[in-house]
């Protein structure tokens, strides 16, 4: 390919990547939810109408709307994947993208890719599930080839190692009612969306949402299973959260970690790479790396669990 249909794909990507954000933010994606025409759509969004023509063309070109006798709305694979049951967030997702791409920016300028509080909440955000049908969908499958860790969690206790907005722990909350679980979210934003998630769901009595540094928790021996979202965890952190984890576990009690994605050659990997190191976090860790790292912090019998998802561990306290 040459360099300017390079460039044009580049550019290509990056406007539409903007355009459905703002279609987003704008409430676009909402309005197209059900069928509309050109007059009802304008005056939901309060805009001219040869404006709203645009933005439709614009929708409609880039694969985010279709047009059907006179009327607009999504287009069926972005319908799905807004619907109340879709597992994830779409939105969150877009947002991250963009985020993403100013941090590249902003370590080839400065070296450094800090996140504010806001943006911590997009990052938490974009790898949550939503904790309707769908995530709870997932989270069946996710589990079926390691049995043992979901029937500890049943009427067990759970400590969910940089929770975030509480994605898996929440959904897990909602399928097994005799769960209860702790959660380590250092950043307060990120855990207050949690906590007030918990709340929508009404498992708040069941979930301690607490907002500290990981390594600073002390519950000896309290829980039966834990789950570290290690992706998330610079280098610095990663010893000291994993001696807290052991120490909470009862004897006998099991760890899962996950492997986000494995390394590749890439452009879109190396670019995810650059921000992550920036930030001090060792990324695309191996099942293999992460393994030895928990034996190293005294885990032991670790079983390697490959899926449609990836690849998981469990290892044993
Ligand atoms: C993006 S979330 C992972 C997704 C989450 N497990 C879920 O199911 O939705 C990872 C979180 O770990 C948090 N984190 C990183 N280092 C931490 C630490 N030392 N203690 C507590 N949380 C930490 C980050 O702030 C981030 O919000």
Known sequence: MSIDDQLAEWGRGAQ???LLDAAFAQGWITFLAEPRDLASLAKLSQQDPDRVRDVL????????????SGRYRLAPDVAAAVAGDAP???????????????????VVRTGAAPLTAQEAVVVARSFAFRAGPGSRAVVTMLFEPMPEMWEAMRDGRLLDVGSGVGGFVLTAATMLPGMRATTLEV???????????????GVDDRIDVRCMDARDFVAAQAYDVAFWAQPFFPADARAATLATIRRSLRPGGLLLVQELEAPSEGPGFA??????????????RTIEDLVAEC??????????????FGRVALLTA
């Open 88 to 106: 994830m967030d779409l939105g969150a997702k877009v947002a991250n993208a963009r985020l993403v791409a100013r941090q590249v920016e902003n």
């Open 57 to 68: 063309g614009a929708l409609v070109a880039n694969g985010i709307a279709v047009a059907e």
């Open 295 to 308: 034996a190293d912090a005294g885990f032991v019998d670790a079983r390697v669990i490959t899926s449609d």
């Open 187 to 201: 950043v307060p934003e990120v855990a207050a969306v949690a906590a007030a998630r918990a709340k929508d769901l």
């Open 271 to 284: 670019l995810r790479r650059l921000v992550a190191q920036a930030q001090g976090i060792p990324f695309a």
């Open 16 to 18: 539409a990547l903007a």
